[in-house]
Structures are given as C-alpha cells and as structure tokens.
C-alpha cells in the first residue's frame, strides 16, 4: 500500500521531465531557425580581420550586416560594405585547425548565423563611387574628386592622405568603387585595376553581401556605424550613364 504513491511520484517526475527537456528541444530548433531566416535574408555577423577600416573598424572588431542592402534597400556613397572577394584580392588561406570536433560545430554555429562569419573570403571597404560615378585623385591640395566635386573625409585615419596612388576612373554599371579608411594599409579598389579604366578595380554589386550598419563587440567599443552622409551630399549624380 506504501508503495503505490512513490510510483506514481517516480512517474510524473519523468514526465515532468520529458515535458522540460522536449520544451528546451522546441525552444532551440526555433531559435536556430530563426537564426537561419535572419542569417539568410535580414542579417549577419562578421569580425574584422585587418586594420585596412582603421580607426573606423579595428581588428576584432564584431559587426552586423544588414542584408537588406542592396536589395530592398540601395546602396549609397559612404556605406561600409561586406562583399565577396571579387577575384583574388585575398591571399590564400588556411583556415584555423581546432580539432574535428569544435571544427564542425564552429561550421555549424556559422553556418546558422549564432558565430560572427570569419571573412576568410570576405572583404570589407566603404563604397566611394557607385555605378557612373567619376572619381579622380587628387586635386591639388590632395583630395578626392567624385562627379568633380571635391570631397572632405573625416573617416580615413589620421595620419593618411586620401590616396598615395593617382587614378582618374568612371565607374561600370553595376558596379562600385570601393577604398579602406587605413589608405595606407588597404589593398582596395586602387590596387586591383591594371588598366586604368575602373573596370578591374570596382566590385560587381552583386557580390555585396550587405552593408555593415553596427559594431557589437567589444562592448567598449560598440557604435552604430554612419552613411557618411555629410561627405557625400554635395556631390551630383552622374552626368551619363554608365
């Protein structure tokens, strides 16, 4: 007789934990499914490897990316861009060896969106030209020219000059042009056009994963990040297209 309740007792103990541990299941399915949709479509995380967006970005540095841009939403001069890497702007890599194990489940947070992608074949720069844009350097007290205005950059770090390298380009359709704000210390768009004419240097737009719009981590040093409007909203459109 004595025994009958501690069956019972033993019994909903198990099926209150069951009932726990299938809610903790559900719970986490629908986050990383959530994680998914916002990875895919709204959102991404990204940390910088390199000093090339100093002192704007630095080595580090967590970012998110809104994935809306270029899509619903256009890009515009002064936006700092994540992009595929265009054709052999990146060295060769290896990436990092932490054992079969935390190998796939770094993969797997990544691939998820819950762990910052590591942009091993990602780059990202601040968009100076969009398609049709001229932009000449420099003018003779050393700045950049866009659609022949001269532009101011509070952005690039100090201590560089807006461009050791001299170039006079019109921008492809669909395409951008785009420069680090470490000048000195960023292999962009300037380096990578042999001839001279914008079409080897600039970046297809569709190859923008998105635009990076907030620095997350580390917390002393989280901003949102600005459009650079100001600098840019003298300049006219292009007089023809590209």
Request: aromatic share 6%; proline share 9%; net charge negative.
């Amino acid at each position: 007789m004595t025994e009958a309740p501690a069956r019972h007792e033993s019994t909903g103990s198990l099926r209150r934990t069951y009932l726990a541990v299938r809610e903790i299941a559900i719970v986490a399915v629908l986050a990383i499914a959530l994680s998914l949709v916002v990875k895919t479509w709204l959102a991404q995380a990204f940390y910088i490897p390199s000093g090339s967006m100093e002192d704007t970005l630095s080595v580090g540095d967590r970012v998110i990316v809104n994935k809306l841009v270029p899509g619903a939403v256009p890009l515009q001069r002064g936006d700092i861009v994540v992009f595929e890497d265009p054709g052999n702007w990146l060295p060769p890599t290896t990436p990092a060896d932490h054992g079969p194990l935390l190998n796939a489940l770094e993969r797997g947070l990544e691939f998820v969106g819950l762990m910052p992608s590591s942009a091993e074949d990602h780059l990202i720069k601040r968009v100076i030209g969009l398609p049709g844009d001229h932009v000449k350097c420099c003018t003779t007290d050393g700045k950049l020219q866009v659609n022949g205005v001269a532009i101011e950059e509070p952005y690039v770090k100090p201590g560089d000059v807006p461009s050791s390298m001299s170039f006079d380009i019109t921008v492809p359709a669909g395409r951008i042009w785009v420069m680090g704000d470490h000048r000195s210390n960023s292999e962009d768009s300037r380096f990578h056009d042999p001839d001279g004419n914008g079409r080897g240097g600039s970046v297809p737009v569709a190859d923008v994963t998105g635009r990076a719009f907030v620095i997350v981590w580390p917390f002393g040093h989280a901003e949102w990040l600005g459009r650079a409007v100001d600098t840019f909203s003298g300049v006219p459109q292009p007089t023809t297209a590209p």
